[in-house]
């Protein structure tokens, strides 16, 4: 069984020493390719909400790594139902199956199917504190950002429309496809994601960015099916939201309710019949039948 030092992952882009030297320790061991595979895995899923948030899970797994048994079923020991992972079953995809950049690429679909409207910025010098300060005002709101990596989402890009963009065959397919938002992946660069089309909390995302004082900018959104630049994104977030234009549509028919609604309906077919009827009798003015 391999030391449990193996399995402890920090939040950082890097690994405990075990893990810096894999390469060496692969000669030794049986089960290191695929642990470390697993390993990159399990520390991707770690780092975002919804994945693995206990000990008792993070030990399970590293014991179904160590007996070199299950470790297709390891990507989905999390705590969350809507965990941001696929099927590790019966994929061709171009990276490992178990690399970060198939998770990546997964996630990134996760999110943008999940969330209906997608915003994007570019942070500038964000230090630890205000990362942290961001996040959690964002999440108030209603918000969550993620910060991402141009390549990798460049990829997704590509194949959005697709049931599986990580597949090998699907990204030679459409390896040329320039799609929209592909011009905004320049710099670093995060998206925020909102579940709801609601423009309020779009207002309010728009003002926790202006407190950023430009260490996070907007340069352009996805709402719903549509790609918006920030002028339309301005003007979105002055709209009301779906449940106000249910309510106004309510009062605009109880207004128009009764006689005046009916004549209100009846009025274009009426019209209609006059002017025809009108037109025959100038056509044959010794005939005095109507329509």
């Given at each position: 069984?391999?030391?449990?030092?193996?399995?402890?992952?920090?939040?950082?882009?890097?690994?405990?020493?075990?893990?810096?030297?894999?390469?060496?320790?692969?000669?030794?061991?049986?089960?290191?390719?695929?642990?470390?595979?697993?390993?990159?895995?399990?520390?991707?899923?770690?780092?975002?909400?919804?994945?693995?948030?206990?000990?008792?899970?993070?030990?399970?797994?590293?014991?179904?790594?160590?007996?070199?048994?299950?470790?297709?079923?390891?990507?989905?020991?999390?705590?969350?139902?809507?965990?941001?992972?696929?099927?590790?079953?019966?994929?061709?995809?171009?990276?490992?199956?178990?690399?970060?950049?198939?998770?990546?690429?997964?996630?990134?679909?996760?999110?943008?199917?999940?969330?209906?409207?997608?915003?994007?910025?570019?942070?500038?010098?964000?230090?630890?504190?205000?990362?942290?300060?961001?996040?959690?005002?964002?999440?108030?709101?209603?918000?969550?950002?993620?910060?991402?990596?141009?390549?990798?989402?460049?990829?997704?890009?590509?194949?959005?429309?697709?049931?599986?963009?990580?597949?090998?065959?699907?990204?030679?397919?459409?390896?040329?496809?320039?799609h929209?938002?592909?011009?905004l992946?320049?710099?670093?660069?995060?998206?925020i994601?909102?579940?709801?089309?609601?423009?309020?909390?779009?207002?309010?995302?728009?003002?926790?960015l202006?407190?950023?004082?430009?260490?996070?900018?907007?340069?352009?959104?996805?709402?719903?099916?549509?790609?918006?630049?920030?002028?339309?994104?301005?003007?979105?977030?002055?709209?009301?939201?779906?449940?106000?234009?249910?309510?106004?549509?309510?009062?605009?028919?109880?207004?128009?309710?009764?006689?005046?609604?009916?004549?209100?309906?009846?009025?274009?077919?009426?019209?209609?019949?006059?002017?025809?009827?009108?037109?025959?009798?100038?056509?044959?003015?010794e005939?005095?039948?109507?329509?």
């Amino acid at each position: 069984m391999l030391p449990f030092n193996l399995f402890v992952f920090s939040t950082s882009r890097t690994f405990s020493p075990a893990c810096a030297h894999q390469s060496k320790i692969s000669r030794f061991h049986p089960f290191t390719s695929p642990t470390v595979h697993a390993m990159f895995a399990l520390r991707s899923l770690n780092r975002f909400s919804g994945a693995i948030r206990s000990s008792s899970v993070l030990l399970h797994a590293a014991k179904s790594i160590s007996s070199g048994s299950s470790l297709q079923n390891l990507r989905f020991n999390t705590t969350s139902t809507n965990s941001p992972v696929f099927s590790v079953e019966n994929r061709d995809t171009g990276k490992h199956i178990w690399a970060r950049k198939t998770f990546l690429v997964d996630y990134y679909k996760y999110l943008n199917d999940n969330n209906e409207i997608v915003l994007y910025v570019h942070h500038n010098n964000l230090v630890r504190a205000d990362n942290k300060r961001f996040r959690s005002e964002l999440k108030k709101a209603g918000a969550q950002l993620t910060i991402i990596r141009n390549s990798i989402y460049s990829v997704y890009l590509r194949s959005e429309h697709e049931e599986d963009p990580a597949d090998r065959e699907t990204s030679k397919k459409n390896k040329d496809v320039v799609h929209p938002l592909t011009p905004l992946l320049n710099g670093p660069t995060g998206i925020i994601t909102i579940s709801q089309c609601d423009p309020s909390v779009v207002s309010q995302t728009l003002k926790i960015l202006k407190s950023a004082q430009e260490k996070l900018i907007l340069i352009g959104a996805k709402i719903e099916s549509k790609v918006f630049d920030i002028d339309q994104v301005n003007q979105f977030k002055d709209l009301p939201n779906k449940d106000q234009l249910q309510g106004q549509l309510a009062g605009l028919l109880t207004i128009l309710g009764g006689a005046g609604l009916v004549r209100t309906l009846e009025s274009p077919g009426t019209a209609l019949y006059l002017t025809l009827d009108q037109r025959k009798q100038d056509m044959d003015p010794e005939s005095n039948d109507s329509l």
